[in-house]
């Protein structure tokens, strides 16, 4: 519900530039995986995943209050950025304590089921923000205050629903966590790091698809909407992708993803045109909904059962950066060309890049 008007409240609104938004979206970003960093790595130590989950939701909660009441550009920032800490908060912990509950040969379904859940709810938001905005045009914090419901909810479950399984450890696991267990994690392990920080240079905020689709003359109201259709498609495709990577090699079928992120950007590119971003748009929901899912599993299998929580640290923490840098560039790179079409320009040269490292590692395992 927030994320779909966030952009455009900032450029209309309160007046940011396009660097402003690239780096406000790429601070918050960066933060949201540091914390995801502590969090994975605290959830090993204290063995326990839950309450980490539970206070990440909680401050949730606080921070959408804060985005209803801004006023001015540093307000977002900061009401971005805690937004982006809390949900680091959760998400390691999630996404190891998945690890805990999924058998082994059902892992990749498991985070496929998880992300198009996560999708689907981002579809359901974008379309009552739509709806919302056409009930009452412009009133951005009307919508805002009500995204603290569904928040509201999310607590609720996992404080009274949710139960995590006993923590088991291995003989070698019994000891307290410790850095130098970090050198147990496989050398394939790093080398997926390599292939996710390429990507996730590419992969900057959907902001700059939502200002590109508004600079191609789609209407305020429909941003929103042009969000679900994304969502939709990413929603739809992450089970299906994660019952075939059960099936079929992981790598190949992540190759196949990067490289559909690589023809959106070619068509935002070279095809100026309002059917042009929406095309754009569901291409890159395919390969969002391709890789999301898929990046976690493999992250999850190369990696022991006591050290999960540490191996999402690490995969977050470069994914971190990534963003970071990613987001910079992008929106340095649409101010320097005065068109959100830069941005896209080096989204198609890092996407190239992690394709290329990928195929060489499925060439020379």
């Known amino acids: 519900m927030v994320f779909t008007l966030l952009p455009v409240f900032l450029s209309d609104t309160l007046g940011a530039s396009r660097t402003a938004i690239g780096l406000i979206e790429g601070i918050a970003i960066f933060l949201a995986f540091a914390a995801k960093v502590g969090a994975g790595i605290l959830s090993d130590y204290w063995r326990s995943r839950k309450p980490l989950i539970l206070w990440g939701t909680f401050f949730s909660i606080l921070v959408k209050i804060l985005f209803a009441t801004a006023t001015s550009i540093p307000w977002v920032f900061i009401a971005r ?36 859940l996560y999708t689907l709810g981002a579809v359901i ?24 419901f569904p928040t509201c909810l999310a ?14 450890l291995s003989a070698k696991a019994v000891q307290k966590w410790h850095w130098h267990q970090a050198y147990e994690l496989p050398t394939v392990f790093w080398q997926l790091l390599g292939v996710s ?43 299906p992708i994660g019952k075939l990577a059960d099936h079929y090699n992981r790598k190949t079928i992540l190759l196949a993803g990067i490289i ?21 748009m569901l291409i890159a929901g395919l390969h969002m909904g391709m890789t999301q899912g ?17 191996a999402f640290a690490f995969y977050y923490l470069t994914s971190g950066l990534a963003v970071l840098i990613g987001n910079f560039v992008a929106g340095f790179l649409s101010d320097y060309c005065d068109d959100t079409i ?24």
């Open 294 to 310: 898929l990046i976690a599993t493999l992250v999850a299998e190369n990696t022991l059962p006591h050290l999960r929580g540490t």
């Open 197 to 239: 920080f390429l990507l996730m240079l590419a992969r900057f905020s959907e902001s700059f698809l939502t200002l590109r689709a508004k600079d191609m003359g789609w209407s305020l109201a429909s941003l929103p909407l042009l969000m679900v259709v994304y969502d939709l498609v990413n929603a739809g495709v992450a089970l």
């Open 342 to 365: 830069g941005a896209f320009a080096g989204g198609l040269v890092f996407s190239s890049l992690a394709a290329l490292y990928l195929l060489k590692l499925i060439k020379n395992p």
């Open 155 to 168: 607590f609720i479950i996992i404080w009274r629903v949710v139960k995590a399984p006993p923590f088991l």
């Open 260 to 280: 559909t992120l690589i023809l959106a950007n070619l068509i935002i590119i070279s095809w100026y045109s309002q059917w042009a971003i929406f095309l754009a």
């Open 125 to 148: 938001g974008g379309s009552l923000a739509a709806f919302i905005m056409w009930l009452a045009p412009h009133n951005y914090r009307l919508v805002f205050w009500l995204s603290t």
């Open 81 to 116: 950025s805690l937004d982006r800490f809390s949900k680091g908060i959760r998400s390691a912990p999630t996404d190891a304590l998945i690890a805990d509950l999924s058998p082994q040969n059902h892992q990749g379904r498991s985070y496929g089921l998880r992300y198009s």
